[in-house]
């Protein structure tokens, strides 16, 4: 099928075509790297808290002595390095652009470790975009990396196609926040997710409540969980139910957010392999 005429549903296209999930023309890694599983966090609406879940994974696996990578490929709004305290340009030799990495070795590349400001906009369209995504997969050392975590924007637009489309992805984790249009937004990534022929691993419910620090009553300040109902409809798993946790909030804007205490995100290890 024509680029012009393609649906991007490969699950009822026989055309061996680049967009197939057959893995045969996708781009390759960096030729110094390899990465055994490759998991995206999305979801079909902002604010839900991907970038949060994204670190708070990376963390767990590498707690549990997994060698991680983190692409963040929200270009627009990248908010990875910030939360690991990372910051200035990332450096490039002969075998392609090196990592950031973090106290705990954990390997980072975003956009904002390649402008000259931290602030500077991104002022790009769809395809360009996607095309830099491709790169943090082909020009980036990555190293040998057990799983690589992929902070994605929100939506179902050009760069989670171009995810889904250019890179091996093993599964994706799907992020919400309990309110009623939790179903609507499960149903755009899970859909998404079919047609390109990726598992869904699970469902993460962040904000899911706030338990109360005197008397140990948890809030449920968005109104009652629907993870589970909405979980079992489309028939994943409820992977976490994340609280509103200020300390969280607090070291992440601080830089610090791999000496957070818990132990969220755990429930991803049960993907990986060693």
């Avoid at 009822?12 to 890694?29: E, F, W």
């Avoid at 909405?230 to 804007?253: C, F, H, T």
Wanted: charged share 20%; glycine share 10%; net charge negative.
């Amino acid at each position: 099928m024509s680029d012009q005429n393609c649906t991007h549903d490969c699950s009822t296209c026989s055309s061996d075509c680049a967009s197939r999930d057959n893995g045969i023309r996708k781009p390759a890694i960096n030729g110094y790297s390899s990465c055994k599983k490759v998991i995206g966090i999305v979801s079909g609406k902002g604010g839900v808290g991907k970038s949060m879940v994204t670190a708070l994974s990376a963390i767990a696996a590498n707690r549990d002595g997994y060698k991680v990578g983190i692409m963040d490929a929200d270009i627009t709004g990248p908010s990875i390095p910030k939360m690991f305290g990372l910051h200035g340009q990332v450096e490039a030799n002969a075998m392609g652009l090196m990592p950031a990495v973090t106290p705990t070795d954990i390997k980072v590349m975003s956009l904002n470790l390649l402008t000259e400001n931290e602030t500077d906009p991104v002022v790009w369209r769809g395809p360009v975009i996607g095309g830099v995504v491709e790169q943090f997969w082909t020009d980036v050392v990555w190293g040998d990396l057990d799983v690589m975590f992929i902070d994605m924007p929100p939506g179902t637009g050009d760069v989670p196609l171009t995810v889904f489309q250019s890179l091996p992805v093993d599964g994706i984790i799907v992020v919400t926040s309990p309110q009623e249009l939790v179903s609507m937004i499960v149903a755009k990534a899970v859909n998404m997710a079919k047609l390109m022929n990726i598992p869904v691993l699970g469902l993460v419910e962040n904000m899911s409540y706030f338990e109360c620090p005197d008397c140990g009553k948890k809030h449920e300040i968005f109104g009652p969980s629907n993870a589970q109902k909405v979980a079992d409809e489309y028939g994943i798993q409820l992977l976490e139910k994340l609280p509103i946790n200020p300390e969280l909030a607090r070291q992440g804007d601080a830089g610090k957010i791999e000496y957070s205490f818990g132990n969220e995100m755990e429930s991803v290890l049960q993907f990986l392999e060693k």
